[in-house]
C-alpha cells in the first residue's frame, strides 16, 4: 500500500523501518514493564497493532511534509527544518493524544488492561522519538534520494491541493452546503450508532472460535460428554474459626443437595481443605460456563445457596470463584469502570489540545466527532456480530454478544486513533490561519493538502485491521472489523464531510478563547507563506 501511496521503494520504505524499529524497541522493554504489571500474550500482539499504526502515520507525516516544502523550492536541510517545526510539532500533540487514550485503561485497574495500556504508551512514545530524532536525521541522509526506485506507472503521492482533483472537489461541494453536509453525515452516524444500544457483552471462551465447525470446538464437545466433570466449575471457598469443621460438612452436604436440587450444578463434586481453618468444593456446573444460565448459577450460589448453608455457620467467610464466576466478575467491574475511563480519556485530551490549538471550541468539536466515529463502530459491531446475516460473508457462527473487553479496548484505541487524524489536520488548517488566511480558506487549502497523507495511512491502518477480520478467533475478527470500520469513518465521513462542514459553520468561531483563558502560553509554530487559495 506505501509502494502504491508513494511509488517508490525507498519512501515507502521509511515509514515500515520507523514502526518496526518502536515495536522492537518495545519487546525489549517488556521485560522490564513486566516487573510491574502482569503482561498477558495479547499484549504483544496489540503493540504490534498500534506501533505499526501510529510509526506508520508518524513517518508519513514527516515524509510527505519534507517532500512538499521541497517541491516549493526549499533545499533538503531547509525544507527538514519546517518540517520539524510543524509537523514534528503536530507528531509531538498527537502522540501525547494517543497515549492519554491508552492511558485510560489504567482506571480500571485490571491487570490485563494494565499490561495493554504500559505496553502500547511504551510504543507510542518509542515513535515519538523516533520521528522527531532518529527520521529526521534519516531524511537529511537520504536527501533527494528518498524518491529512489520509481516504479513505473505508479505516480508520486501529491499533497498540493492543484494537484489533487477528488477531494478539493468533495471538499467544494461540502463547502458550499455547509448544513446539508452536516445534518445528512451526522444523521448517517447517528444512525449506525443507534444499534450499539442494544450491544451485549459476554466473556471469551473456549468456545471463542468464529465457526462451529472448528476441530477444536468437537474435541472440547467430545470431552465434556466422556468427563462430565471437566465441565468449568464454581468454586466455593469457606473459611472459618477453630472448631467449625463439622457444622462445615454439614452445610457443604446441604449444599451439594440444594445445588443438585436447582439444576445448576451436578456430580461429582470435589471437596478439598488444606487446613482446620478452610476449604473448598468444587461444583462442575450444568452448563458451558459461558452464557447467560452459567451467570445465574453463580449468582444463584452468591446471593442464596451459599447463604442458606455456609453462610450461616458464625464466624465463617465465604466466597465464590472460579472461572466463571472471575468472567462475571471482569464484565461487572468493566461496567462500572467504564464512565470513569471516558471521563479521564475525554478530559485530559480537551485539556491538551486547549493548550494545543488555543480554542475551546475546537477541542470540544473534535471530541464530538470522535466520538460520533467511535459510536458508529460499535454500532456496525452489532449489526454484523449479534445478528445472522454477514456469518456467511466472513465465516463465523453468531453468539448474539460482543466479547466483553472490546468495547472499552475499542474505545480508547480508536479515540487515539481518531484523534491522531484530527490533530494533523487542525494543525495544518491552523498553521494557514496564522499565515493569513481566511477560516474557510484554510479549511480547503488544509482539507485538500492532507487528503494523500491521511488517504494512505488509513488505508494501511484499514488493510492491516481487515487481516483480522479474516481469522477464525472471534475476539480477534470483532477488534479487526470494529478496527476496520472506525478508520474508514473517521478517514472519510468524519474528514472530508463533518469536519470542514462544521468549520464552515463555525467560521472565526472555530478559534475562540474566552478571556480569562487567554494566559495559555502560544506553542511555536513556523507558518508557511501565504498562498493564493486555488
Given amino acids: 500500500m506505501l509502494l502504491f501511496a508513494f511509488g517508490a521503494v525507498v519512501a515507502a520504505s521509511v515509514p515500515v523501518l520507523l514502526a518496526l524499529t518502536a515495536v522492537a524497541a518495545t519487546f525489549g522493554s517488556l521485560n522490564l514493564i513486566s516487573q510491574a504489571f502482569p503482561l498477558d500474550d495479547s499484549v504483544k500482539t496489540v503493540v504490534l497493532l498500534i506501533g505499526m499504526a501510529v510509526g506508520v502515520d508518524y513517518a508519513l507525516f514527516y515524509v510527505i511534509r519534507s517532500r512538499e516544502e521541497r517541491h516549493r523550492g526549499l533545499s533538503s536541510h531547509e525544507a527538514l527544518e519546517r518540517t520539524a517545526r510543524t509537523s514534528g510539532r503536530t507528531v509531538l500533540v498527537s502522540g501525547t493524544t494517543v497515549a492519554i487514550a491508552m ?10 488492561f494494565n499490561g495493554i495500556a504500559s505496553g502500547t504508551i511504551t510504543v507510542i512514545a518509542c515513535a515519538v522519538v523516533g520521528s522527531v530524532t532518529v527520521l529526521p536525521a534519516v531524511l537529511e541522509l537520504l536527501g533527494t534520494r528518498i524518491d529512489k526506485g520509481r516504479i513505473p506507472f505508479l505516480p508520486h503521492l501529491e499533497t498540493d491541493s492543484r494537484s489533487s482533483r477528488f477531494w478539493p472537489a468533495v471538499v467544494d461541494r461540502v463547502l458550499r452546503r455547509p448544513l446539508l453536509s452536516c445534518v445528512l453525515a451526522g444523521g448517517l452516524l447517528v444512525a449506525l450508532a443507534l444499534p450499539a444500544l442494544r450491544l451485549h457483552v459476554d466473556k471469551p471462551s473456549d468456545e471463542a472460535l468464529a465457526s462451529r465447525s472448528e476441530p477444536a470446538l468437537a474435541t472440547i464437545a467430545k470431552v465434556r460428554a ?11 471457598v469457606a473459611v472459618g ?10 452445610a457443604t452436604a446441604k449444599l451439594e443437595r440444594l445445588a443438585l ?15 482446620h481453618l478452610g476449604g473448598s468444593i468444587e461444583l462442575p456446573l450444568t452448563t458451558a460456563g459461558d452464557n447467560a444460565a ?3 448459577a453463580i449468582a444463584l450460589l452468591r446471593n442464596e445457596l451459599v447463604p442458606q448453608t455456609l453462610g450461616r455457620i458464625p464466624g465463617v467467610k465465604t466466597a465464590v470463584t472460579g472461572q466463571t464466576a472471575e468472567d462475571v ?15 479521564f480519556v475525554l478530559g485530559l485530551a480537551f485539556l491538551l489540545l486547549l493548550v494545543a490549538f488555543r480554542s475551546i471550541v475546537v477541542p470540544l468539536k473534535a471530541i464530538v466527532l470522535n466520538l460520533l466515529s467511535v459510536g458508529a463502530a460499535y454500532g456496525v459491531l452489532v449489526l454484523v456480530f449479534q445478528h445472522r446475516w454477514a456469518e ?13 473487553w472490546l468495547p472499552l479496548f475499542l474505545f480508547v484505541v480508536l479515540f487515539g486513533l481518531s484523534m491522531d487524524y484530527h490533530v494533523f489536520i487542525l494543525s ?9 488566511m481566511t477560516t474557510d480558506e484554510a479549511v480547503r487549502y488544509g482539507i485538500t493538502a492532507t487528503a494523500g497523507v491521511v488517504t494512505s495511512a488509513a488505508l494501511v491502518m484499514v488493510g492491516v485491521f481487515s487481516l483480522f477480520g479474516s481469522l477464525s478467533s472471534l475476539e480477534l475478527k470483532q477488534a479487526g472489523v470494529g478496527l476496520a470500520t472506525a478508520v474508514l469513518i473517521d478517514a472519510t465521513i468524519v474528514r472530508a464531510v463533518l469536519l470542514p462542514s462544521t468549520m464552515k459553520l463555525l467560521g472565526e468561531r472555530n478559534w475562540y478563547l474566552p478571556r480569562f483563558l487567554e494566559r495559555i502560553p502560544r506553542a511555536p509554530i513556523e507558518a508557511p507563506p501565504v498562498r493564493e487559495p486555488s
Fill in 261 to 275: 436440587a436447582r439444576g445448576i450444578a451436578h456430580r461429582p463434586f470435589t471437596v478439598s481443605g488444606s487446613d
Fill in 226 to 236: 466422556e468427563f462430565p466433570s471437566a465441565a468449568e466449575p464454581a468454586i466455593v
Fill in 241 to 250: 474459626p477453630p472448631g467449625w469443621e463439622a457444622k462445615g460438612r454439614a
Fill in 294 to 296: 452459567s451467570k445465574h
Fill in 103 to 112: 492511558a485510560g485503561m489504567f482506571v480500571l485497574g485490571l491487570d490485563i
Fill in 428 to 436: 495544518r488548517v491552523r498553521e494557514e490561519v496564522d499565515s493569513g
Fill in 329 to 343: 466478575d471482569f464484565t461487572h467491574q468493566m461496567k462500572h469502570g467504564i464512565p470513569y475511563v471516558i471521563v
Fill in 392 to 404: 456467511p460473508i466472513l465465516g463465523f457462527t453468531s453468539n448474539g454478544s460482543i466479547i466483553s
